[in-house]
């Protein structure tokens, strides 16, 4: 899980929208109806294939150079970025119950103190994970 950029080639289409390609991700395509939609969502698509290469166990394949790629008719390239680990978060943000003990005179006092336990294991785990 990480952070990654790839060129993608825009082709601007008769009615003002966009096709968009990733020549170096198979099967990586996707739209937009205008530059910024476009943008979108090849970020979006670009999210999905990556993450379903990251949980398939498959390679990821190493990004193009942008001068590499050849474009016509008024294609463009331009670099795309995208955060599996964010992308996870905002897709997948359904809440999952753990059971765990801790000693009882340290609940008792959490409990006193109104800390919320679920917030305060969440906080920790993402700082031993280093996500922000």
């Known amino acids: 899980m990480a952070k990654y950029i790839y060129p993608a080639i825009f082709t601007p289409e008769a009615n003002g929208q966009f096709s968009i390609c990733f020549p170096d991700i198979e099967n990586c395509f996707t739209c937009g109806d205008d530059l910024e939609d476009g943008i979108n969502?090849?970020?979006?698509v670009l999210s999905l294939?990556?993450?379903?290469?990251e949980d398939t166990g498959r390679e990821i394949p190493i990004a193009s150079a942008i001068n590499d790629l050849t474009t016509e008719n008024g294609s463009f390239a331009t670099y795309i970025s995208c955060d599996t680990i964010a992308?996870?978060?905002?897709?997948?943000n359904t809440a999952v119950k753990k059971t765990l003990t801790?000693?009882?005179?340290?609940?008792?006092?959490?409990i006193a103190a109104?800390?919320?336990?679920?917030?305060?294991?969440?906080?920790?785990?993402k700082e031993q994970l280093n996500i922000t």
């Open 41 to 44: 969502m090849a970020e979006d």
């Open 87 to 92: 992308y996870r978060r905002l897709m997948n």
């Open 102 to 110: 801790i000693p009882s005179w340290l609940n008792d006092s959490a």
């Open 49 to 53: 294939m990556l993450t379903h290469l």
């Open 114 to 125: 109104g800390l919320n336990f679920s917030q305060i294991l969440q906080d920790a785990l």
